[in-house]
């Protein structure tokens, strides 16, 4: 029996009105990828921030190999070959990719010059080994979502780490880009490194992981060899009920269109892009990354101008010029962004749900506070989002309930048209099940609802229609019943042809 | 337990750093020179603070929608020697509105510049604190502004005055700093600010009008500039063109001894009052131990740049940041 790489025992963590870990005990073996599940908020990423220095423990003691250390800071953690992907993430969106991936030890020539050849040199090597579409120059600020992410994982691979820690990895990859990743996974652990993964997607738990180690509520639930379980089993130990995993198939009545979209285009971001939502019904957009998804989402929001085409809300022609204007003819829209677009993380979780009502939500001159309380308090229960209380700043929830936060701001709107783009990301499966169901039941209460998502169970899961995007354009639309996962794979790669809406 | 107590220590003073350092700063000055706690020097501190602290409460508001404001020195001279010039030309009645108007003319422009145009804030105030310099001179011809008969005008009520046996400027301070207070704490567009300053993307993604709530802030700042000017030229009744000069610093330096951050997002009025009442005692205390009046602009530096460093410090748990 070899020895850990990592043991944490009997972790503690206290912040003030959480308590966040309650006597958790961890380890994790060379060569091993063990999961660590969860619900929203159970403590995961603390854990991992108590590894990686960010947080002291409150109680209990952290090992590497057999050595007991104090990790006081996240330099320190790296020093002893601990790797933090962290899930929120941490660019330098002004900087290019290769001074983020090399930030702070930077090749130096003489007189302390920094030494751009071998930069790019050294840089552009790690990013040939994880088959991106960008180079070392690149600014980061450019990239998308995803492809920042791929700039963390590749700062990961500089270094000689014991340890790799992923926190919700593959929440803002492509189905193409998490395969590098399990490449690079792989590479990792055929090389002895212990592995720390954190997900809240069972397909890719049962995939990649050796081991499955669960929280709930902070408390330590058990360790399973991930060949010896299931998923119902794991889902049992980390929400303490079984899960209904039945689709809404509400086959609800539709009602008028309540959008329609003409031979809309945005210079080369999309073109000739036509379809229409009507009252009660979901539509999916299924697609890369670069289809063009979030800029038809974000011009019909306001914040992108078409270059050409019609937008029709029930049945009347209109110009959104901005988002003050969305919302007021009742477009809602949850960003794809979390945390630069969705939150404002230094301020409390009621002020950010009800920020785009703050000029209704009056009496006289003054906030009506009691009626915000009221709206946070009634998303709280809908959402089970798990905070302290309405005062806790945003930045301090767990990233899953963030998302939450998000969702239930824009739900508290009562919209139209409910536009949602990466809905669950980052969202554990109990919530997400809920979140699905929630979808579902606004459309039957007649909403319209646009969902944009990358991950094919979900957009199986809750549309009536398909759109298959690529490359800026539509290729086909599905009915819920027609459509297979091959032939959604097939339209979203360009391969089958474009249909004609007429 | 030893560590727990540390712990429990730091998150006291995480979260009153600045206060703790105010109270310990009063204990040694009072023990120095006992006056100093005195209520006629608490009032003439209070008092002398009054102008200065009526612009920082409007600086608080750029300073949390994320902008700076360096102009409020210059702005200040401008609005004095505006009030005091048309003050024999047209009366004081007319003279005071007159002198708001040009004042929000020029936070209007400014306004339109970070807010509309989505230009640096340092860079434009640090340019209009020139440009408002030059247009004072030229407005003055390079001459100080006297009022002709100093006796006999109600207009050195707002500097000399009191009501209640309470100082005019204390009165026209604390009753500011009331309303601004509420203005930001509690009204949709308060809300706004803080949005603004704390992830801009987010409030424009939350229909929030990024660039007229900027608008709104440079206004609100001119108007206390204003109020300042008028103090200042109520208190003295004549004027040098560069009555506000420096002014701009020790503002900011008030807001950000508050603890309002200058990345935006984050500050209340009351801590900007503290703010501002930490600055008068410093100067004071420093007068009433008889330290030299130069001397002062050098130990008024140190003691800000210490305040602050124990703020931060008290933040992150530690003295010294570890990427240090
Ligand atoms: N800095 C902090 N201050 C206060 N509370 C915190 C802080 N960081 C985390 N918490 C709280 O600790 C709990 C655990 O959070 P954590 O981020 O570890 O959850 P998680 O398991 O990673 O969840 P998710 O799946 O949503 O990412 C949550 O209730 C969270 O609100
Ligand atoms: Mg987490």
Redesign the interface.
Known sequence: MTDPVLRLEDIVKTFPGVRALDGVSFAVMPGEVHALMGENGAGKSTLMKVLGGIHQPTEGAIFVGNEQVVMAGPLEAKAKGIVFIHQELSLAEELSVAENIYLGELPRKRFGMVDWATLRERTNAILAKLNVGFDAATRVGDLSIANQQMVEIARALTVDAKAVIFDEPTASLTDAEKVVLFDVIADLKASGVGIIYISHRMEEIFKITDRISILRDGQYQGTVNTAETTEEAVTQMMIGRKLDLTRNASHHDLGDVALEVRGLSCGKLYEDVSFEIRRGEVVGFYGLVGAGRTEIAETLFGLRTPSAGTIRLAGQEVRIGSPTEAIARGISLVPEDRKGQGLVLGMNCRDNMTLPQVDDLTAGPFMAEGAEVAIFDQYRDRLDIRTPGWKQKVGNLSGGNQQKIVIGKWLSMHPEVLIVDEPTRGIDVGSKSEIHKLLRGLAAQGYAVMVISSEMPEVLHVSDRIVAMYSGRIMRTFTSDEVTEDSLIQAISGLGTSSEVA | MATLDRRQIG?ILAKQGILIAFALFMIVFTIANPKFISIDNVFSVVRSSAILGVMALGVTFVVISGNLDLSVGSMMSFSTIVVLDLHDKIGPLLAIPAMFAMTLCLGAFIGFLVGYLRLNSLIVTLGMLSAIHGLTLTYSGGQNMDIADKEGTWFSVFGQGSALGIPVPILIFVGLAALLG?ALA???FG??V??VG??G?????????RARTVFTCYLISAGCVATAGMMQASRSLGSQNTVGQGLELEVLAAVILGGASLLG??GTIFKTVIGVLILGFIQNGLLLVGLQFYVQFVVTWVIIILAVWLDIAAKRGKLFS??A
């Open positions: 998150s509420i509690r009204t949709p809300r706004k803080y949005a704390g992830n993307t987010a409030a424009t993604f939350s229909g929030i009008k997002g984050s570890h990427i």
